[in-house]
Every structure is written in C-alpha cells, then in structure tokens.
Nanobody, 130 residues
Framework: QVQLVESGGGLVQAGDSLRLSCAAS???????????MAWFRQAPGKEREFVAR????????YDADSVKGRFTISRDNAKNTVYLQMNSLKPEDTAVYYC????????????????????WGQGTQVTVSS
C-alpha cells in the first residue's frame, strides 16, 4: 500500500503562485523513484482532468496544454515527494488538486488517463480569486 498526502493548497489572487507537495509513504517507500507521478485536478461540477506528469526514469515532465508554461512538476526522490509549482494562477485553475502514483504502468493506458494510476491522495483545495 502506498499513501499519498498533498499539501500547499490555499486561497490566492489571480497572478499569484503556489507550490503543492505530495509526500509518498508506505510499504513501497524505498522504491518511490520507480513510480511515475502525476497531478490531476477537479473543478466543481467538472470531471477530474490531467494536469502534469513526471516520469519514473529521468524525471521527464509532461504538462497539459492548459497549464503549459505556467505549471512545473518536479520530484525529489530522496524525500519521496513530488511538487507542482503553479505560477500566474488564473480563476479557472480553481479546483481540488490530487496527486497520483503509477506503479504498474498499464500497457495501452495513456499517462493522462486516471485509469493509469494506482494510488491517489485525498486532494488539496486551490482557490484563485479574480
């Protein structure tokens, strides 16, 4: 079992920045570097959507078009933590942000699909006022 705990959410104004953190723990604590990690978000009344992913090998990031150039995903394998640096926030970024861990790398399931991910955090609220 892997536990993921997000933190860093809050209420900010448009144009501000936030950094979200997601700490992993559990029986696979020592193998965090072998997981692909991702952030998703869910706005009120909308489906959960992919935000960014960082690969297990080489830490290569992949961002959704809606956040490209504003959000940066990174990881610190020594701390079992993945981050999402969010700059130039917009009101439409308001959502609950979830981190997710990809342990099994399901063949045929894309990295932007929720079905790719095996473990999820409880989410952290980000609210951006105009």
């Amino acid at each position: 079992q892997v536990q993921l705990v997000e933190s860093g959410g809050g209420l900010v104004q448009a144009g501000d920045s936030l950094r979200l953190s997601c700490a992993a723990s559990g029986r696979t604590f020592s193998t965090f570097s072998t997981y692909g990690m991702a952030w998703f978000r869910q706005a009120p009344g909308k489906e959960r959507e992919f935000v960014a992913r960082i690969s297990r090998v080489g830490g290569v990031p992949y961002d959704a078009d809606s956040v490209k150039g504003r959000f940066t995903i990174s990881r610190d394998n020594a701390k079992n933590t993945v981050y999402l640096q969010m700059n130039s926030l917009k009101p439409e970024d308001t959502a609950v942000y979830y981190c997710a861990a990809d342990l099994n790398q399901r063949v045929g399931v894309g990295v932007t699909s929720e079905r790719r991910y095996d473990y999820w955090g409880q989410g952290t609220q980000v609210t951006v006022s105009s």
